[in-house]
Structure formats: structure tokens, C-alpha cells
């Protein structure tokens, strides 16, 4: 009989284990990892028999936030190939590597598509293969994978207005930590019938400043979208610039907490920013920093992935 398998990467675990909830599936199919003396990674999925994978449907889940996530991602769904599954859909809560989706500079490597085309390369068998991804940071990125397997954008948009909702903020306006993500602080102030205010700034490499504020921000409480932070510089910054031109308060709305290690969290505590929602797609938003304080509020997107699951799941049926 047909089964539907979930899988995960160790750093996913906690997300997949909502997933499988979500699909009515009892446990996490288990993946064994060792590593030999020369770092050379060895996996072994979680089965008796090789037929044991043979004509199933599998759910494997990881935030491609790091090189050891990216590589298991395309290891193991290569293997899950191999042993014939018929279905295999990968859940990438957080595409890693797309702050590099586009070339600035002769010679540069745009590492999202690299990264695209190598899970491309995931053998396509039977029922083939779905990426799917929420809320890249470049929408173009889906169409950097290559050949016939499926790849879809999936949006936080809902659950985070909802959040933004919840807040019982009072005359408040939707605000950017630069120009990158116009459309999406639109978008927001369009859906909350609010005025808008967006960062000028310059970057080198990861280093920035704030050029100017476009809007009026004077005796408002300012909330900031954007698709990610990982230092929180630019956030902090684009926190403090409105602040100086008469914003009551700050409070910051994003869709991934992607933060480079636990020490960005006490500079966010630190910061004049008063609230953070977000959600968890990344591993980050679990550690016990983000988790224990207040002033995170972390919102659960798995509902989205296993709606959307569920779709293909059932379109697939023969």
C-alpha cells in the first residue's frame, strides 16, 4: 500500500514533525548520519528492506540555510530517487544562498541560481519532483530551476497580517528597511489602508547606510516588513532613522529570522524595536533566545505547506 513518508534534515525537524502532523502521518521517517575521519558525510534513510521506499510518496523538509543542509537536501533526494519513490516533494521553508540572485559585478557568481540548477539535478523519476519555497528573497528565483519538476513561491503574507492585527496597533503605516522589498510594504499598507515610508541606503558588500527617509513617519508607529535579517543592522538602523524623524514606535515584521548566530538576538533586545513577528521557517527562530522572550512573536507557517501538500497530493491520485 502507497504511504506518504516525512523526512527531515536534522535542523528541520521541528518543522517537519508539524508537517507530518498536518498530513496524518505518525512519525518521521528516520535518516542516520555519521562522519568518517576525513569529514566524508555518510546518510542512511531509515529503512529495512530496499523495496521498503518503492512507489511512495515522500515529504522531505529543510531550510537550506547552510552547506550541510543544501548538500543532505540533494544527497538524500537523489537516493529517495534511486530507491524508486514515486512522488518526492521538498520543503524549503527558507531558501538559503538568494541574497546572491543577480550579478552586480564582472565575475561574480549568482549562487541562487547555482544552488537552483544543482537540485535541479535531482533524478526526476515516476511522479517527479516539487520544490516548494516561501517567500523568496527574489521572486525569480523559481524560474532558476531547471527541466520538468515543480517549483512553487509560497506566501506568509496572511499569517503575518494576521499577526500585525493582533497587535491592536493605532494609527500605524507599513515602512521599509531599504528600497529592496517596495512591493511588499505596499502590499501590506494596501491590505490595512495605511500610508507608506521607505529607506534610501548605500551597501558595500554587507556594510550600509542610511541615505534618507521617503515619507512621513512624524507621530506614527512605524512597522517595518522585510523578507529577512540575518546581522540586524540594516533593520536596527532603518528602526533608529525613523525614530529620529518622530515615529511614536518601531516594530519589525518578518518573514524569516535568519539570524547569523544567537548574539543578533540581544542586539535586537538592545534596539529601540519593540516588537519582532516573524515566523518559523528558519531553524533560528527555536533557540531559546527568540523562544523565551517577549518581544518575538513567532508565527507558525507549516499550515501552508501541508495545504498545498495536500493539493498535490490528491492531484496526483490515479
Not at 67 to 96: H, N, W
Request: glycine residues 6%; hydrophobic residues 45%; aromatic residues 10%.
Amino acid at each position: 500500500m502507497r504511504e506518504i513518508l516525512v523526512m527531515s534534515s536534522k535542523d528541520s525537524v521541528y518543522f517537519a514533525s508539524l508537517i507530518a502532523r498536518g498530513l496524518w502521518v505518525s512519525h518521521l521517517t528516520d535518516i542516520e548520519r555519521r562522519e568518517f575521519g576525513d569529514h566524508e558525510q555518510y546518510y542512511r534513510i531509515g529503512i529495512t528492506n530496499r523495496n521498503d521506499l518503492l512507489g511512495n510518496d515522500v515529504v522531505y523538509v529543510a531550510s537550506t540555510h547552510s552547506d550541510a543542509d543544501f548538500l543532505e537536501l540533494q544527497r538524500v533526494g537523489s537516493a529517495l530517487a534511486g530507491y524508486g519513490t514515486r512522488r518526492r516533494i521538498f520543503v524549503i521553508p527558507f531558501f538559503g544562498y538568494s541574497t546572491m540572485e543577480r550579478a552586480v559585478h564582472p565575475g561574480e557568481v549568482v549562487t541562487a541560481k547555482t544552488n537552483a540548477r544543482i537540485l535541479s539535478a535531482i533524478p526526476n523519476t515516476v511522479m517527479g519532483n516539487t520544490f516548494l519555497m516561501l517567500d523568496l528573497h527574489a521572486a525569480g528565483i523559481v524560474h532558476y530551476f531547471e527541466g520538468d519538476c515543480l517549483r512553487y513561491e509560497l506566501y506568509a503574507e496572511k499569517v503575518l497580517q494576521e499577526a500585525v492585527a493582533n497587535l491592536g496597533l493605532e494609527n500605524f503605516m507599513f515602512a521599509s528597511a531599504d528600497m529592496g522589498r517596495p512591493l511588499w510594504v505596499q502590499s501590506f499598507a494596501n491590505h490595512f489602508g495605511t500610508d507608506v515610508a521607505f529607506i534610501s541606503k548605500s551597501r558595500d558588500f554587507d556594510k550600509t547606510k542610511i541615505l534618507a527617509v521617503i515619507g512621513g513617519v512624524a507621530g506614527r508607529n512605524v512597522i517595518i516588513y522585510d523578507d529577512m535579517t540575518r546581522s540586524a543592522g540594516t533593520l536596527i538602523q532603518a528602526a533608529k532613522a525613523y525614530l529620529e524623524r518622530g515615529a511614536t514606535s518601531v516594530t519589525a515584521v518578518l518573514s524569516h529570522l535568519a539570524l547569523n548566530d544567537p548574539s543578533v538576538v540581544q542586539m535586537l533586545l538592545d534596539s529601540p524595536i519593540e516588537r519582532i513577528i516573524t515566523t518559523n521557517s528558519h531553524p533560528m527562530s527555536q533557540i531559546p533566545e527568540v523562544q523565551t522572550s517577549d518581544r518575538f512573536v513567532v508565527v507558525d507557517v507549516h499550515k501552508i505547506f501541508v495545504e498545498t501538500i495536500r493539493e498535490l497530493l490528491e492531484g496526483s491520485k490515479e
